[in-house]
């Protein structure tokens, strides 16, 4: 790499830490192509980003960042996630973790908050954004269906005591 494609990877680097809320760190030595191309697929299907980065540009990129407390995590052969979603990312790179012995969790920062990877691992057990969206959608919605149905519950009442009036009224009447 010149000196130019290092100052565009580093100024790459510092855009994606200045949009992204989540950064794991991993070490990745001894991963065959196949499993690097296995990981990357997963995490592009959570909607996040995998790439391995030279641990000298990427400390450079963290300067001035709320992701800066992870620089001591930079040595080795690392490799860098990121994703707007931070349970998702986190997800995918533990439960990959976990069939392959080879990715080891070095840690992360979400915001400005550094993860060890018990950290890391504490938050892929938490449900996704999606998930927690929906739940709050449930919790909304199962007030609202009881309101409603109560407010309907007294009309009917009524409806059938006017029904049993008029067939007593009917009756009476032959």
């Given at each position: 790499m010149n000196r130019t494609e290092k100052q565009a990877a580093v100024a790459a680097l510092a855009a994606v830490f200045a949009e992204t809320s989540m950064v794991v760190v991993t070490q990745n030595a001894g991963l065959t192509v196949a499993d690097v191309?296995?990981?990357?697929?997963?995490?592009?299907?959570?909607?996040?980003?995998?790439?391995?980065?030279?641990?000298?540009?990427?400390?450079?990129?963290?300067?001035?960042?709320?992701?800066?407390?992870?620089?001591?995590?930079?040595?080795?052969?690392?490799?860098?996630?990121?994703?707007?979603?931070?349970?998702?990312?986190?997800?995918?790179?533990?439960?990959?973790?976990?069939?392959?012995?080879?990715?080891?969790?070095?840690?992360?920062?979400?915001?400005?908050?550094?993860?060890?990877?018990?950290?890391?691992?504490?938050l892929a057990e938490l449900p996704s954004l999606d998930a927690l969206r929906a739940q709050l959608v449930g919790l909304i919605s199962t007030p609202a269906t009881r309101i409603a149905g109560v407010v309907q519950a007294p009309a009917g009442q009524l409806a059938r005591v006017f029904g049993v009036y008029a067939k007593t009224g009917e009756a009476e009447a032959a």
């Open positions: 191309t296995d990981l990357r697929r997963k995490v592009r299907a959570a909607g996040a980003t995998y790439k391995v980065a030279k641990n000298r540009l990427a400390t450079l990129a963290l300067d001035g960042t709320q992701f800066d407390g992870i620089k001591p995590m930079l040595k080795g052969p690392t490799a860098l996630a990121w994703a707007a979603d931070p349970v998702a990312v986190a997800k995918v790179i533990v439960e990959f973790a976990k069939t392959n012995d080879k990715l080891v969790l070095v840690g992360g920062s979400l915001g400005s908050q550094v993860l060890d990877a018990n950290g890391l691992k504490a």
